[in-house]
Structure formats: structure tokens, C-alpha cells
T-cell receptor
């Protein structure tokens, strides 16, 4: 059974204070690791897909990296508008397109 | 990416009643999914909606409680039957294209049962 664990559960940062979110996973044949951002009252918004260990993706202040056991979402010089819940999900080789989600990290960036 | 519309966006229902949630996509998609997100929790997959055949349900979810239809490649419905307060949750529709594409989500239906 695919499993995803995210840490920390909640993270409070000052504007400009860089940090990282962790996503640890176990999966049978990783086909993709997905990062989403979810704002209150909205559905998850797709950010990145990572397919293999060593891969990195960047978008504005966000950078996602992947190893064989975990992924990190690095946030550089965050702004208050980066405040959201960040969700990690995996798709395994036997998942038939399904995603298994972690519990998410609630990020709050104070001005 | 596809534009996904869910109706209703929220509802308050009496226990014992049923509610049907609609998911409309602006383009044809291969795969459609229904998730539940309970307050403060992450997403739990209810079922995969298969076009032209019965939905595939995850462990803990049954067709009698959550019947799903998918009459074509752009539309699906999820019915929450015989509702109880434990069914109060956000119900989300997602879609994905061919191959190893990411899923994209609607904004959900916020359901409260009194």
C-alpha cells in the first residue's frame, strides 16, 4: 500500500525566511510524485510533478526536489501570499492513475 | 489545464436525505475521480468514475452509499445517499488525461448535514 507522510504539520515563517517542507513516501514503483497548493475554500492547485530521483523543478519562489525516499519543497524568501496548505501525493505503478495524498503542511507567512 | 466546475458549491441537508453533486469539465478527459476531504484532513479517494461502466470504489466506500455516474467524457455525478452528520465534508472532483498526467481539481462541494 502506498503511503505518504508530510512534515511539519504546520510551519510559521516570517516574510523572507526560507525553509523546506518534507514529504516521505513508500510506493511500489514510483510513477510520479506530485505537489499541490490548496487555499482555503478551494480545490488543490497543481504545482509540480517529479518522476525520478535527482529531478528538480522550480516555479517562482518554490523548488521541489526528489530522492528515492522523500521529496522536499523549498521556499525561498517567502511572501504572505505563499500562505496555504501544501499537499504531496504519489502515484505507484499499480495505482491505475490514482493518487495517495499526505496530510499536508499548513504554511503561514507573516509580514 | 481543464476547467472543472462543481455544483452545488455548498449545501446544508437534513439527515436521511440524498444529494447529487455534479462535475462538468470543459474538455474530454480520460479519468475522473471523486475524493472526500473531512475538516482539517487530507484527501481520501472515494472512487474512480469509469466512462460507460461501473465506478471502481476504494476500500471503505460502497456503491449503495456513493452511487456514481459517468455518462460521457466530460461529466460525472456523485450521490451521497441517506446522509448522516458523519458525511459532513468537502467532496472534490478531479480529472486527468492520458498517461502519467497530474490530476486537476474542482473547487469542491461543501456539505453539512444537520
Amino acid at each position: 500500500e502506498d503511503q505518504v507522510t508530510q512534515s511539519p504539520e504546520a510551519l510559521r515563517l516570517q516574510e523572507g525566511e526560507s525553509s523546506s517542507l518534507n514529504c516521505s513516501y513508500t510506493v511500489s514503483g514510483l510513477r510520479g510524485l506530485f505537489w499541490y497548493r490548496q487555499d482555503p475554500g478551494k480545490g488543490p492547485e497543481f504545482l509540480f510533478t517529479l518522476y525520478s530521483a535527482g529531478e528538480e523543478k522550480e516555479k517562482e519562489r518554490l523548488k521541489a526536489t526528489l530522492t528515492k525516499k522523500e521529496s522536499f519543497l523549498h521556499i525561498t524568501a517567502p511572501k504572505p501570499e505563499d500562505s496555504a496548505t501544501y499537499l504531496c501525493a504519489v502515484r505507484g505503478s499499480t495505482s491505475y492513475g490514482k493518487l495517495t495524498f499526505g496530510q499536508g503542511t499548513i504554511l503561514t507567512v507573516h509580514p | 489545464s481543464a476547467v472543472i466546475s462543481q455544483k452545488p458549491s455548498r449545501d446544508i441537508c437534513q439527515r436521511g436525505t440524498s444529494l447529487t453533486i455534479q462535475c462538468q469539465v470543459d474538455s474530454q478527459v480520460t479519468m475522473m475521480f471523486w475524493y472526500r476531504q473531512q475538516p482539517g484532513q487530507s484527501l481520501t479517494l472515494i472512487a474512480t468514475a469509469n466512462q460507460g461502466s461501473e465506478a471502481t470504489y476504494e476500500s471503505g466506500f460502497v456503491i449503495d452509499k456513493f452511487p456514481i455516474s459517468r455518462p460521457n467524457l466530460t461529466f460525472s455525478t456523485l450521490t451521497v445517499s441517506n446522509m448522516s452528520p458523519e458525511d459532513s465534508s468537502i467532496y472534490l472532483c478531479s480529472v486527468a488525461g492520458e498517461g502519467n498526467q497530474p490530476q486537476h481539481f474542482g473547487d469542491g462541494t461543501r456539505l453539512s448535514i444537520l
